[in-house]
């Protein structure tokens, strides 16, 4: 392989990982505070896909405008979810909150195909996305310079209301005990509604960029996407939004890097995107930023 | 005394089996036949599969890699080496498999050398996996369902791909399948109330106090998760000698998550609920195709929406887990004590539920 | 008093016809409503819908009924939706799978029925072969990855090929291995092989070594999702040479998601609306963009064929026994459908291979290839 091609596959890379990333960050916020593995996030993800498309192509909003619109309605969908699915399951054993968001899982994403159709629908590209660049012969997407950039606005968002505001404080304290907390007059369940509309929002951000560098979006378009960024923030170390971030760029690196290492391997390349999620699980269950398991008697 | 009276009831219900099957072999057209066998293949696997989630209360997500396994088993093993040359056309296939096909005649050998295939999977992904907790092992198992689905696809050599494995004799009928759930259901019953179910039960109740008290907690969960990954290799054949082909899409995630709707709707850790909703779900599967076909009651019409079955089904899932969770039978057990002292209008004593002995 | 008569003749008479209209003749239709390809059975279906409003929907003097039965895209569904309709339904012959997968599994049942199946757009060659009840009314993979190997090869002077394929796909890995068996056959050389899965939608890493070994033509016999996306990321990568895919590619889909990305991409065809010489065929395409107010498509055309090729052997078989229906489809010769004219040999239609070619946010009639 010539350097040209390396560089290329790692520019690839690095533009597949950052959109993992965006995604993994909602993913490993709502696990971070909650322990919950939110099953649902890749489909709440198609869902700010589709708010999206319905505002922009059938509405003819601004894009400005469809944005924001399509995060606050996402995050209210996640708020929905929480209330509705999660929370009276709260104090239940873990077992059944991680079957219910199966649950909810396979229910947004068959009432997708039931409501809106099987069938994938194009997306409605912003412009400054569309355009592509020739970098000293490197070809780069639009989309694929911008998604970095907003990935770490966020996150610096993100890490900024965590750790300098109240909500923040009062969502660290929710991910350290949740019983404590409470009797700390915490609102409890204002901070965890607060945490899922966070993490929808930043969904529909990922749903955006995604469907904007592949503009095509079907009800399960939500899976593997999604399935990659947890593996993502697994791999950063889950509940650390940090390690989410790199979590997501290794695996998206990973991945375009196999095929160009083993181009006959081609066919494989999920599979070594899981394999590392096991191999993770086992000898880094914490991942590389991760904060050891405390097991509670 | 009290055994004999059991050991003849259970004898009494073999046989009223064997005559129920012997009729309906007979007398069943294939429409409901098919469903029967569905029906007992489902009670393989959700009893099997219950044995995890249900007994030790780890969540796997796995299964249909395990059935998979099994399936793709059976298939390489009974389909006549004529066929083998015919359907593997665009690689061939390797050797030994190449040369070689069971007869019919040793379909049992062919069921038991699936389920080892899918039980040494389930050691391979067990013994790395099973240290880890709660929702990591759900992961993992996942994953590795995962992996075998690519698996399937790429190893054309092996699986013939996408392409799938067609002309395989259809030897599963209401003898295979219902005795498979028959002899599935007496071995896990047996497992579940020895004393290494009792183990299995104290790990889910309390893992660090299992292991406080001596429990070997991942051997427990090990033996747990082999036997529940042969079981379903055995499933997983019996469906495919039923319905004559295997293609990777036939093992999915959804299968995955039918048999997880079985196991909860029965009530996580009930053998009897597993068997029974089994039964249910795959009836139920068939009634609710009214729901997405076209209704004409003259003054209602009902367009009909393709796929609503699968929106009611996780819909359902949901809301048992939020307001029913201990299922239709909850722990609850089926034995003979609980059915003479109904006849006997007794009330039957808490702690027997449990034992059967 | 008169008016009771008359009342009582009218009432007499629309009682009396109703006796008189007989017992439907049912046609089993075998779907993918739901599930990973629910668009075929969706668009088979709509195809059906329009041919039962073009054609007079009965044959023997009774009524043709058609009954629907989701198979959710899953195999084992697809066996029982058939067991259901044969045995419950009573169906005379049935049209679906439109996928090769699922016929698979659906044509062992009605083989052991003597019910005659017929896929639409089941191109698999497993799909009739060494089967007597199963049927197609499109052509077989095999012939179409040959033609698209020789139009390659001879049409647009290619010398050199890459190929990327989904490995999840049963049509879509058959199609690609014909097309490199057919080019190497030719004295072309396959520059790069790569496959990809079905629900990816990143390729670019595949797209690159592509790029590198910088072929003269880019076949993907994938289905439009894919191709739409491998055409939109191939053009962000730069890629220059043709990209020529299968009939999985013909959805108005491949142009709303690709926009300028899948110009001049060419693929081969069941159809196009120019080759549709016959006056059936115009007309469907006409009650098709009044019915659904969009472009018709191949999926939907050829389902409708299926139709017509049944109702033609029932017509001819001049019964509704399904052995005889049977042998009526395999004896069909130059019947006219929406399609144009069909044959059936050994159970497969012998059809002409249309190539069309994405132009102006079009699917254009590039040429016909003939069956040799």
Redesign the interface.
């Given at each position: 392989m010539s350097i040209e091609i390396f560089i290329q596959q790692l520019l690839n890379g690095i533009s597949l990982g950052s959109l993992y990333s965006l995604i993994a960050i909602g993913y490993t916020m709502v696990y971070g505070i909650l322990a919950l593995i939110n099953f649902a996030h890749g489909d709440i993800f198609m869902i700010g896909a589709y708010i999206a498309f319905f505002a922009v192509a059938i509405y003819a909003l601004p894009w400005w405008l469809a944005a924001i619109l399509t995060i606050i309605l996402t995050a209210c969908v996640g708020m929905l979810i929480e209330r509705v699915a999660y929370r009276p399951l709260r104090d239940e054993p873990r077992i059944s909150l991680l079957i219910t968001a199966v649950g909810v899982a396979f229910f947004i994403e068959n009432l997708a195909i039931v409501t809106l159709g099987a069938r994938p629908k194009g997306f409605p590209v912003p412009a400054m996305m569309a355009t592509n660049f020739d970098i000293y012969g490197f070809r780069i997407s639009g989309v694929s310079i911008w998604v970095p950039i907003l990935t770490i606005c966020l996150l610096a968002g993100l890490l900024y209301i965590i750790y300098r505001t109240k909500i923040g404080m009062a969502m660290r304290a929710v991910a350290k005990d949740i019983e404590a907390t409470r009797l700390m007059g915490v609102n409890v369940d204002r901070v965890i509604m607060y945490t899922f509309a966070i993490g929808s929002g930043l969904a529909a951000a990922g749903g955006m960029m995604w469907a904007s560098k592949y503009p095509q979006i079907q009800p399960l378009m939500g899976m593997y996407p999604g399935w990659k960024a947890f593996t993502a923030a697994v791999v950063g170390g889950i509940g650390n939004i940090t390690g989410a971030m790199i979590g997501g760029l290794i695996i998206g690196v990973v991945e375009i890097m196999t095929v160009a290492f083993f181009p006959t391997l081609s066919g494989f390349r999920d599979a070594f995107v899981f394999a590392i999620l096991i191999i993770f699980l086992l000898v880094k269950p914490t991942g590389l930023m991760g904060e050891p398991l405390k097991e509670k008697v | 005394m009290k055994q004999r009276t059991h050991l003849l009831l259970s004898i009494a219900s073999i046989v009223l089996l064997v005559a129920i099957i012997w009729w309906a072999d007979g007398n069943l057209?294939?429409?409901y036949t098919?469903?029967a066998n569905?029906a007992a293949i489902y009670i393989v696997a959700a009893v099997s599969y219950n044995l995890i989630?249900g007994t030790v209360?780890a969540?796997s997500?796995g299964p249909n890699g395990f059935m998979a396994l099994g399936g793709y088993t059976i298939a390489l093993l009974m389909l006549p080496v004529m066929q083998k040359q015919?359907?593997f056309?665009?690689e061939p296939l390797i050797w030994p498999f190449s040369e070689f096909s069971l007869p019919p005649s040793l379909y049992l050998v062919g069921l038991i050398i699936s389920g080892i295939v899918a039980a040494i999977g389930a050691f391979l992904i067990g013994w790395?996996?099973l240290?880890?907790?709660?929702?990591?092992l759900?992961?993992?198992t996942f994953?590795?369902g995962?992996?075998i689905f690519?698996?399937a696809?790429?190893m054309?050599f092996l699986t013939n791909?996408?392409?799938?494995i067609?002309?395989l004799p259809?030897l599963t009928n209401l003898w295979w399948s219902w005795g498979m759930a028959a002899a599935t259901i007496f071995l896990i019953k047996n497992i579940v109330n020895s004393s290494y179910g009792r183990a299995m039960r104290a790990v889910r109740d309390n893992e660090?106090a299992a292991e406080a008290m001596g429990i070997n907690v991942t051997r427990i969960k090990m033996l747990a998760f082999v036997t529940s990954g042969f079981f379903g290799g055995i499933s997983g054949a019996l469906?495919v000698m039923l319905?004559?082909?295997i293609?990777?899409?036939?093992f999915m995630f959804?299968m995955t998550?039918n048999l997880?709707i079985i196991v909860?709707l029965g009530g996580?850790g009930s053998i009897t609920g597993a068997a029974v909703t089994a039964v249910l779900f795959s009836v139920l599967q068939?009634v609710l195709?009214t729901v997405?076909?076209p209704l004409n009651l003259g003054f209602i019409q009902w367009p009909g929406?393709?796929?609503?079955?699968?929106?009611v089904?996780?819909?359902l899932?949901?809301l048992m887990?939020?307001f029913y969770?201990r299922g239709l039978f909850g722990s609850w057990e089926f034995s003979w004590e609980w059915l003479l002292s109904k006849l006997r209008r007794k009330e039957v004593p808490q702690c027997q539920q449990q034992t059967n002995k | 008093m008169r008016r009771i008569i008359l009342l009582t003749v009218i009432a007499l008479s629309i009682l009396s016809m109703s006796a008189i209209a007989a017992e439907p003749i049912k046609i089993g239709v075998n779907m993918e409503m739901t599930g990973a390809v629910a668009a075929y059975g969706q668009m088979g279906w709509e195809g059906l819908q329009v041919a039962s409003e073009l054609i007079p929907m009965e044959v023997l003097g009774r009524p043709i009924e058609l009954v629907l039965v989701d198979n959710k895209s899953d195999r084992v569904e697809a066996a029982t939706a058939t067991t259901r309709l044969i045995e419950r339904d009573k169906v005379v012959a049935i049209i679906g799978t439109m996928t090769s997968g699922n016929m698979l599994a659906a044509g062992a049942i009605a083989e052991n029925y003597k019910v005659p199946m017929i896929g639409p757009s089941t191109t698999n060659v497993l799909v009739t072969q060494g089967k007597k009840f199963s049927f197609r009314a499109c052509f077989r993979d095999d012939y179409q990855g040959q033609v698209a190997a020789r139009f390659a090869y001879n049409e647009l002077g290619a010398r050199t090929a890459a190929v990327l394929s989904d490995i999840n796909q049963d049509y879509c890995v058959a199609l690609g291995k014909e097309f490199v068996n057919e080019f190497k056959r030719l004295g072309g050389r396959i520059v790069a092989e790569q496959y990809v899965r079905t629900g990816d939608q990143d390729f670019s890493a595949q797209l690159t070594i592509v790029k590198n070994a910088n072929p003269d033509v880019l076949y993907v016999p994938n289905y439009y999702t894919e191709n739409a996306l491998i055409a939109i990321q191939a053009k962000a990568l730069g890629i220059k040479a043709p990209i020529l895919s299968g009939d999985g590619a013909d959805a108005p889909e491949l142009i709303a998601i690709g926009k300028d990305a899948v110009e001049g991409l060419m693929h081969t065809a069941f159809w196009h609306e120019k080759a549709a010489t016959n006056e059936l065929g115009k007309q469907y395409v006409e009650a098709y963009r009044k019915k659904f107010n969009k472009e018709p498509n191949a999926f939907g055309v050829l389902a409708a064929d299926s139709l017509l090729i049944v109702i033609d052997a029932i017509k001819r078989a001049g019964s509704t026994d399904p052995v005889k229906i049977r042998d009526a489809m395999e004896a069909t010769k130059d019947l006219d459908v929406f399609t144009g004219k069909v044959t059936i040999q050994n159970g497969d239609a012998i059809k002409s291979v249309v190539i069309r070619e994405v132009r102006n946010g079009q699917f254009d009639y590039l040429t016909t290839v003939h069956p040799d």
């Amino acid at each position: 392989m010539s350097i040209e091609i390396f560089i290329q596959q790692l520019l690839n890379g690095i533009s597949l990982g950052s959109l993992y990333s965006l995604i993994a960050i909602g993913y490993t916020m709502v696990y971070g505070i909650l322990a919950l593995i939110n099953f649902a996030h890749g489909d709440i993800f198609m869902i700010g896909a589709y708010i999206a498309f319905f505002a922009v192509a059938i509405y003819a909003l601004p894009w400005w405008l469809a944005a924001i619109l399509t995060i606050i309605l996402t995050a209210c969908v996640g708020m929905l979810i929480e209330r509705v699915a999660y929370r009276p399951l709260r104090d239940e054993p873990r077992i059944s909150l991680l079957i219910t968001a199966v649950g909810v899982a396979f229910f947004i994403e068959n009432l997708a195909i039931v409501t809106l159709g099987a069938r994938p629908k194009g997306f409605p590209v912003p412009a400054m996305m569309a355009t592509n660049f020739d970098i000293y012969g490197f070809r780069i997407s639009g989309v694929s310079i911008w998604v970095p950039i907003l990935t770490i606005c966020l996150l610096a968002g993100l890490l900024y209301i965590i750790y300098r505001t109240k909500i923040g404080m009062a969502m660290r304290a929710v991910a350290k005990d949740i019983e404590a907390t409470r009797l700390m007059g915490v609102n409890v369940d204002r901070v965890i509604m607060y945490t899922f509309a966070i993490g929808s929002g930043l969904a529909a951000a990922g749903g955006m960029m995604w469907a904007s560098k592949y503009p095509q979006i079907q009800p399960l378009m939500g899976m593997y996407p999604g399935w990659k960024a947890f593996t993502a923030a697994v791999v950063g170390g889950i509940g650390n939004i940090t390690g989410a971030m790199i979590g997501g760029l290794i695996i998206g690196v990973v991945e375009i890097m196999t095929v160009a290492f083993f181009p006959t391997l081609s066919g494989f390349r999920d599979a070594f995107v899981f394999a590392i999620l096991i191999i993770f699980l086992l000898v880094k269950p914490t991942g590389l930023m991760g904060e050891p398991l405390k097991e509670k008697v | 005394m009290k055994q004999r009276t059991h050991l003849l009831l259970s004898i009494a219900s073999i046989v009223l089996l064997v005559a129920i099957i012997w009729w309906a072999d007979g007398n069943l057209n294939a429409y409901y036949t098919r469903i029967a066998n569905t029906a007992a293949i489902y009670i393989v696997a959700a009893v099997s599969y219950n044995l995890i989630n249900g007994t030790v209360g780890a969540l796997s997500l796995g299964p249909n890699g395990f059935m998979a396994l099994g399936g793709y088993t059976i298939a390489l093993l009974m389909l006549p080496v004529m066929q083998k040359q015919m359907v593997f056309f665009l690689e061939p296939l390797i050797w030994p498999f190449s040369e070689f096909s069971l007869p019919p005649s040793l379909y049992l050998v062919g069921l038991i050398i699936s389920g080892i295939v899918a039980a040494i999977g389930a050691f391979l992904i067990g013994w790395p996996c099973l240290r880890l907790k709660g929702d990591y092992l759900a992961i993992a198992t996942f994953g590795f369902g995962e992996i075998i689905f690519v698996l399937a696809n790429n190893m054309l050599f092996l699986t013939n791909g996408a392409l799938g494995i067609k002309g395989l004799p259809e030897l599963t009928n209401l003898w295979w399948s219902w005795g498979m759930a028959a002899a599935t259901i007496f071995l896990i019953k047996n497992i579940v109330n020895s004393s290494y179910g009792r183990a299995m039960r104290a790990v889910r109740d309390n893992e660090v106090a299992a292991e406080a008290m001596g429990i070997n907690v991942t051997r427990i969960k090990m033996l747990a998760f082999v036997t529940s990954g042969f079981f379903g290799g055995i499933s997983g054949a019996l469906m495919v000698m039923l319905i004559s082909t295997i293609s990777p899409t036939l093992f999915m995630f959804t299968m995955t998550f039918n048999l997880l709707i079985i196991v909860v709707l029965g009530g996580l850790g009930s053998i009897t609920g597993a068997a029974v909703t089994a039964v249910l779900f795959s009836v139920l599967q068939e009634v609710l195709r009214t729901v997405e076909s076209p209704l004409n009651l003259g003054f209602i019409q009902w367009p009909g929406i393709p796929g609503m079955r699968m929106v009611v089904f996780s819909i359902l899932l949901i809301l048992m887990m939020l307001f029913y969770r201990r299922g239709l039978f909850g722990s609850w057990e089926f034995s003979w004590e609980w059915l003479l002292s109904k006849l006997r209008r007794k009330e039957v004593p808490q702690c027997q539920q449990q034992t059967n002995k | 008093m008169r008016r009771i008569i008359l009342l009582t003749v009218i009432a007499l008479s629309i009682l009396s016809m109703s006796a008189i209209a007989a017992e439907p003749i049912k046609i089993g239709v075998n779907m993918e409503m739901t599930g990973a390809v629910a668009a075929y059975g969706q668009m088979g279906w709509e195809g059906l819908q329009v041919a039962s409003e073009l054609i007079p929907m009965e044959v023997l003097g009774r009524p043709i009924e058609l009954v629907l039965v989701d198979n959710k895209s899953d195999r084992v569904e697809a066996a029982t939706a058939t067991t259901r309709l044969i045995e419950r339904d009573k169906v005379v012959a049935i049209i679906g799978t439109m996928t090769s997968g699922n016929m698979l599994a659906a044509g062992a049942i009605a083989e052991n029925y003597k019910v005659p199946m017929i896929g639409p757009s089941t191109t698999n060659v497993l799909v009739t072969q060494g089967k007597k009840f199963s049927f197609r009314a499109c052509f077989r993979d095999d012939y179409q990855g040959q033609v698209a190997a020789r139009f390659a090869y001879n049409e647009l002077g290619a010398r050199t090929a890459a190929v990327l394929s989904d490995i999840n796909q049963d049509y879509c890995v058959a199609l690609g291995k014909e097309f490199v068996n057919e080019f190497k056959r030719l004295g072309g050389r396959i520059v790069a092989e790569q496959y990809v899965r079905t629900g990816d939608q990143d390729f670019s890493a595949q797209l690159t070594i592509v790029k590198n070994a910088n072929p003269d033509v880019l076949y993907v016999p994938n289905y439009y999702t894919e191709n739409a996306l491998i055409a939109i990321q191939a053009k962000a990568l730069g890629i220059k040479a043709p990209i020529l895919s299968g009939d999985g590619a013909d959805a108005p889909e491949l142009i709303a998601i690709g926009k300028d990305a899948v110009e001049g991409l060419m693929h081969t065809a069941f159809w196009h609306e120019k080759a549709a010489t016959n006056e059936l065929g115009k007309q469907y395409v006409e009650a098709y963009r009044k019915k659904f107010n969009k472009e018709p498509n191949a999926f939907g055309v050829l389902a409708a064929d299926s139709l017509l090729i049944v109702i033609d052997a029932i017509k001819r078989a001049g019964s509704t026994d399904p052995v005889k229906i049977r042998d009526a489809m395999e004896a069909t010769k130059d019947l006219d459908v929406f399609t144009g004219k069909v044959t059936i040999q050994n159970g497969d239609a012998i059809k002409s291979v249309v190539i069309r070619e994405v132009r102006n946010g079009q699917f254009d009639y590039l040429t016909t290839v003939h069956p040799d």
